[in-house]
Structures are given as C-alpha cells and as structure tokens.
Nanobody, 119 residues
C-alpha cells in the first residue's frame, strides 16, 4: 500500500511560479531516487528532474535554470517551477524508488497533478 500523492498543480500565467509536492506514504523502509516527470495527451512521458538520496540532482535541458527539485524531508520531494512557459503545461507525475517493510524495492508513480500555463 505504498503510494505517492502529488499536489500543488493549477493554472498560472506565463512567467509565474508553482511549487509541486509529492508525499510518499505507507509501509516504507527507505526511499532512494525521487523524480518528476510530465506528460501531455498523446505524448510520451518525459523526465523533468530527479534527485538521489545523497542530494545529486539532474534536470531536463528545457527546465534547467527554471525548476528546482528538493527533498523537503525523508518522504517528501518538491519541484519549484519558476518562469513558467505555456510549453510546461502537462500532468506532472512523481516517481520514486521505495523499499517497503518487506525489504522489497519497487518503483512507484503518483497519479499526477495538472499544471496549466496560460500565455
């Protein structure tokens, strides 16, 4: 029953900012890499940003310098999105490698949060 829940999406004007949060819950022993992906209808899901347990971050070229991923606490990851563009419009998904209480590692997805950037 491990699951991820995203929040913070919404409608924002171009140039504005949003902060997305993802909270992992359930029978969790440890959380490794966490990441944000996004997907538009009819398009493939693409990686946006990721952060390892030791804090190493990675960003897609189109969001580099505008987005910041961070680990707020042991079970929470955030994505600060600044200078938003209409092309950033998508459903944003949280993704994480999680070891459960049975010491079994799995990769989990949240259900997504909609981000819409108007021109």
């Amino acid at each position: 029953q491990v699951h991820l829940v995203e929040s913070g999406g919404g409608l924002v004007q171009a140039g504005g900012s949003l902060r997305l949060s993802c909270v992992a819950s359930g029978p969790i022993s440890a959380i490794g890499r966490m990441a944000w992906f996004r997907q538009n209808p009819g398009a493939q899901r693409e990686s946006v940003a990721s952060i390892t347990k030791d804090g190493t971050t990675n960003y897609a070229d189109h969001v580099k310098g505008r987005f910041t991923i961070s680990r707020d606490n042991i079970n929470t990851v955030s994505l600060q999105m600044n200078s938003l563009k209409p092309e950033d419009t998508a459903v944003y998904y949280c993704n994480a490698d999680i070891i459960d209480n049975r010491e079994l590692m799995n990769n989990y997805w949240g259900q997504g949060t909609q981000v819409t950037v108007s021109s």
